[in-house]
């Protein structure tokens, strides 16, 4: 089964409770969709779906993160390309055996950790809004090694050279796609 993205969010909150963690589901599901609609329009709300689930494990399986989360979503019935993709953000960096393949794992693979620090630059920011949001300011605390420290800058470089981006530019096409979501949160 390839769950809607309604199911999707329903899946993520029966393994996850805490707030930040639903969110960061929503964000990065939202930022999926925003480059689906740049480069597979069609497949919308299958990106959306893969962002949705990523984590599924994390909150109850931090330490077997991506292994779990195989697991969970072959006993939900969820078909095995939305399980290779959602899990492949790992590689690497987890025990996840799929490496990023094509262009939507990769940008999966870049912007979770990126969406991390953007959001949390963000919230030192007095709007605490991605709407006024500047690259120059991500990419200020981007090189503040102590700031954000759980998001991992290596994996956020890799993830742009895996997808032949520079690394300004993916910040910046995440800092507007935060900002759709974070507009389109606002209207719900």
């Not at 990523?54 to 078909?79: S, Y």
């Not at 799929?98 to 959001?119: R, S």
């Not at 993830?159 to 520079?166: N, R, T």
Request: glycine share 6%; proline share 3%.
């Amino acid at each position: 089964m390839i769950p809607t993205i309604t199911e999707a969010r329903t899946l993520l909150k029966k393994y996850n409770s805490e707030p930040h963690l639903i969110r960061h589901g929503e964000t990065v599901s939202g930022v999926m969709g925003y480059f689906a609609k740049q480069n597979d329009s069609e497949n919308e709300e299958f990106w959306r779906v893969v962002g949705m689930l990523h984590d599924i494990d994390f909150e109850q399986f931090p330490e077997e993160h991506c292994v779990k989360g195989i697991e969970l979503l072959q006993e939900n019935g969820v078909d095995e390309t939305v399980i290779r993709s959602a899990i492949s953000h790992g590689w690497g960096i987890t025990k996840s055996p799929y490496e990023p393949q094509n262009y939507m794992e990769k940008i999966l693979y870049a912007t979770d950790e990126l969406t991390g620090l953007i959001g949390a630059t963000a919230i030192m920011r007095p709007s605490k809004s991605c709407m006024d949001l500047e690259l120059s300011s991500v990419k200020k605390k981007f090189k503040d090694k102590k700031f954000a420290a759980g998001c991992s800058r290596d994996v956020i470089r890799h993830g742009a050279e895996m997808l032949g981006m520079e690394l300004d530019l993916l910040i910046q096409e995440t800092i507007l796609a935060m900002r759709e979501v974070e507009q389109n949160s606002e209207k719900s």
